[in-house]
């Protein structure tokens, strides 16, 4: 079997890789149930034959992308916020990474528009308990109890999850919020406990 062609002038990658991004994509826009093969051949400049070449059918391309996702999500995030040693640091730094970060804030409203799509489900499901288990023990780094550090990684997360469920159905109300820097400090405020002052 020969490899796909391109159309005619495309520069467009060809690779599994840029499939999965295409989709990705598409699904923070406008969610799992717009993911078809021709608009997004039509988006990379190529024929379908390409898609064929890389995937059997529509809902091999939407796992892949979720597994993608969940790589992604699920890669790093020790390293790259576990080494901040000071946990209240840590904390802050992680709410403003997680707001900040608003492709993948509208890709995860997108799943949850579709949490009951058997694909779907498990996916939202590993991602959300995962990092309510990091936010617990994140919130238990600062001396908390297991039961407030779990009511402070719940509400921590609802108010990301409603924020960018808000931001997915009503994006005029959260524009308003110009300042997101402020939302979240004052978000951290009022969830990250202020270390007391030492005495002199």
């Given at each position: 079997m020969s490899a796909p062609k391109k159309k005619p002038g495309s520069t467009a990658p060809l690779s599994r890789e840029a499939w999965v991004k295409a989709a990705t994509h598409l699904i923070?826009?406008?969610?799992v149930q717009a993911v078809a093969v021709e608009p997004l051949a039509q988006g990379l400049g190529v024929t379908k034959?390409?898609?064929y070449w890389h995937f059997k059918n529509r809902d091999?391309?939407?796992l892949a992308a979720l597994e993608a996702w969940e790589q992604d999500?699920?890669?790093?995030?020790?390293?790259r916020y576990q080494g901040i040693e000071d946990p209240?640091?840590?904390?802050?730094?992680?709410?403003f990474a997680a707001f900040e970060d608003v492709e993948n804030g509208r890709f995860f409203a997108a799943l949850a528009v579709s949490s009951e799509d058997p694909r779907v489900q498990p996916f939202l499901h590993r991602a959300t308990e995962r990092r309510l288990a990091f936010g617990i023990k994140a919130f238990?780094?600062?001396g908390l109890s297991e039961k407030e550090a779990r009511e402070r990684a719940l509400l921590a997360y609802a108010a990301y999850a409603g924020y960018f469920q808000l931001?997915?159905?009503?994006?005029?109300?959260?524009?308003?919020v110009t300042d997101l820097s402020g939302y979240v400090r004052r978000?951290?405020?009022a969830l990250v406990p202020v270390k007391p002052s030492r005495r002199p």
């Open positions: 923070a826009r406008e969610g034959g390409s898609f091999e391309l939407i999500q699920s890669a790093d995030v020790v390293s209240q640091r840590r904390l802050r730094v992680l709410l238990q780094a600062l931001l997915r159905t009503t994006p005029l109300a959260v524009e308003a978000l951290a405020d």
